[in-house]
C-alpha cells in the first residue's frame, strides 16, 4: 500500500464515507481477491451464517482499503454495509491502536437483517490490533 501511494497515481476515494485509501481491483489485485474469495471467505461465510448466506451470495467482491489518521479520516459514521458479507482485518502497523470497531444490533433495519430473534447477535465493540 505505502509503494502504490508513493507512485503519485491518483486513487479514487474508496467509498461514499471515506475520502482516504484505495480500492484494490484498481491496482491489479483483482484476480488474486477473487482467488481468495472463491477458496476461503465464500465458504467461511457459508459455515458461520448459513441463514444468511447460500450457494449464489458472496459472488462478488469490492475490496478496498481505508487510511485513518488524525489529518484525513478519523472515523465512520453508523451504516449498513450493502454486503451478504464483510471481512474487516487491521493492517496498522507496530503499536498503532485506535481502531475500534463497533457493532450494533440490526433489528429490522439494513439490507440483511439477522434471522429473527438473533438481531443483537454479534453487538458490541471489536478492539482491533495489528
Not at 55 to 83: N, Q
Not at 121 to 126: E, K, P, R, S, W
Request: net charge negative.
Amino acid at each position: 500500500l505505502d509503494r502504490i501511494e508513493s507512485t503519485g497515481i491518483p486513487l479514487r476515494r474508496p467509498n461514499g464515507m471515506n475520502r482516504f485509501g484505495c480500492i484494490l481491483d484498481q491496482v491489479g489485485m483483482q484476480s488474486a481477491l477473487a482467488g481468495l474469495v472463491a477458496a476461503y471467505i465464500r465458504p467461511l461465510a457459508a459455515m458461520l451464517f448459513p441463514d444468511i448466506v447460500g450457494a449464489e451470495d458472496a459472488d462478488e467482491h469490492y475490496a478496498f482499503t481505508v487510511r485513518y489518521e488524525a489529518s484525513g479520516d478519523t472515523k465512520l459514521a453508523r451504516h449498513c454495509d450493502a454486503s451478504v458479507v464483510t471481512l474487516n482485518l487491521c493492517l496498522g502497523r507496530g503499536q498503532w491502536t485506535g481502531g475500534d470497531l463497533q457493532f450494533f444490533e440490526s433489528g429490522t433495519t439494513g439490507f440483511y437483517a439477522l434471522p429473527r430473534g438473533k438481531e443483537s447477535a454479534g453487538a458490541g465493540t471489536l478492539a482491533f490490533r495489528p
